[in-house]
């Protein structure tokens, strides 16, 4: 059975082993990505074709795959995409935006004859590398269909949340919940520190009951040796908190929790730790601790 083709737009920490997982499961790829030399270094590593354009990456592409930055450059990037495709081919977009912007460019897509699917992932820069990450999708039920065994490429866990812009609110549910527990575990590991307890005897007590999860699982142990370059950025999640909190607040919703450490994540940004992973709201604690 003859592949489809593929084209995949954004090359960053996410998009870029995504797409090479497309090439190791045997698809036709040409790739794009805003600054060509982040292309041309994929390629070195993959036989996939680079484009020097949106619309060249896209031309006769059976699905066009994107995971770009926010929400004005998911849109500008959807676009261009949308005038170039083929009738019938599929647009997923897997960049963490709003579920409007999402709602928008499924009725500009069917404008265009083409199908929509937004598919936001969760698992870091590790699933992606791995090829285990969690898709929430919002499309037809049709499309999701059509699109999932593409996905399976590098998805472990696909999901069908409902329409376009179900799988971006399915995004904002799961940031809330990581918000929390990093910020938790974050708490759990500076007390256990503080007290001067075996942090490893701790974690083999306390991982496998009721504190269990995967942060604690992967991030347990850099946190205590105060590490925090493990993939996704604070600036990143504070664009996704960005959003959720936007979200809330058109529902009169209060979420107290997410919106203290969205105001934690800003202090970490201000002391110039953008680009830590999330887990680095630890380091919050270092200054505030007292000599033993």
């Known amino acids: 059975m003859t592949q489809p083709t593929l084209a995949f737009l954004g090359l ?3 998009g870029g082993p ?10 036709p790829v040409k790739v794009w990505n805003r600054t060509q030399a982040k292309a041309e270094t994929w390629a070195q590593s993959n036989p996939g074709e680079v484009a020097a354009s949106i619309a060249q990456a896209v031309a006769g592409a059976d699905f066009v795959m994107a995971c770009v930055g926010d929400d004005p450059d998911a849109r500008s990037v959807a676009l261009e995409a949308f005038a170039a495709m083929k009738p019938g081919a599929v647009y997923v977009d897997h960049t963490t935006t709003s579920a409007a912007l999402s709602k928008e460019l499924a009725l ?17 820069q590790a699933g992606a590398i791995n090829g285990r990450l969690t898709a929430m999708c919002g499309a037809r039920e049709a499309v999701f269909e059509r699109a999932k065994p593409v996905l399976s490429a590098y998805c472990g866990n696909i999901v069908r949340i409902g329409e376009a812009g179900a799988g971006q609110l ?3 549910v ?13 708490e759990a590991v500076t007390f256990a ?13 306390i991982s496998k009951g009721a504190a269990g999860s995967w942060q604690m699982e992967n991030r347990w142990g850099t946190m205590v040796e105060d590490r925090y370059d493990f993939g996704f950025a604070v600036d990143w999640m504070r664009k996704d908190l960005r959003i959720v909190l936007e979200a809330a607040q058109a529902k009169g919703l209060d979420l107290a ?14 002391d110039g730790g953008g680009r830590l992973d999330t887990s680095s709201l630890a380091k919050r604690f270092t200054s505030l601790r007292k000599p033993d």
């Open 108 to 124: 500009a897509a069917a404008g265009a004859g083409l199908d929509w699917l937004d598919a936001p992932v969760s698992g870091g």
């Open 12 to 14: 960053g920490v996410m």
């Open 193 to 205: 520190k503080a007290q001067n307890l075996d942090t490893d005897a701790v974690l083999a007590a």
């Open 174 to 186: 799961n940031q809330i919940a990581i918000a929390g527990v990093v910020q938790g575990l974050a």
């Open 257 to 270: 929790l997410t919106q203290m450490v969205d105001g934690y994540y800003a202090e970490i940004q201000a």
């Open 170 to 172: 399915a995004k904002m």
């Open 18 to 27: 995504m797409a090479g997982w497309l090439v190791k499961n045997g698809h």
